[in-house]
């Protein structure tokens, strides 16, 4: 499969498209055949090295992907094949397939294309962390934007 990788902390325009092995669903895991990846300002700090993670080189940058799951490990109900996912990754998602614990899946809703999906999580999350922690907003309020 390929892989978009950092080989070494630089500019992002340093990452290199590779071939590489795919992954295997281990006990408890899905793998995903990503159909898309969100690409977020947190990538460009995690490829510079500048980001509170700081994964071991080679590395795939990608937080979030969008697409099916394509095989279970053991433990994981076999009817999971083929199901619409959208996922967020500590790193790893700027591949071909991804490997994640079962749990971590959020099922797609049927109409949902594979792009919006694969950059709603982080984005859901920041704004929702805003205006609902930071911004103290309630229920019954109205914001206006």
């Known amino acids: 499969m390929r892989a ?4 070494a902390f630089g500019a992002p325009e340093s990452l290199v498209v590779s071939d590489v092995p795919s992954p295997l669903a281990g ?8 159909r898309a990846a969100g690409v977020n300002f947190p990538d460009a700090l995690l490829v510079q090295g500048l980001y509170q993670l700081k994964p071991p080189l ?12 394509c095989e279970v ?4 109900d076999p009817a999971r094949l083929g199901a619409r996912m959208m996922a967020i990754l500590p790193y790893g ?6 490997v994640l614990p079962a749990s ?4 797609l ?11 709603f999580g982080l984005a859901y999350g920041t704004a929702h962390v ?5 911004g103290r907003l309630q229920a019954d309020e109205t914001l206006l934007v």
């Open 4 to 7: 978009v990788l950092c080989e």
């Open 27 to 34: 006990a408890g895991q899905v793998k995903i055949r990503v």
């Open 58 to 69: 080679p590395f795939s940058p990608g937080l979030e992907v969008a697409g099916e799951i």
């Open 73 to 76: 490990g053991a433990g994981v």
């Open 93 to 98: 998602g700027f591949a071909e397939e991804v």
């Open 104 to 107: 971590a899946p959020i099922l």
């Open 109 to 119: 809703p049927g109409t949902m294309p594979f792009a919006v999906a694969a950059g």
């Open 130 to 134: 805003a205006l609902v922690q930071r």
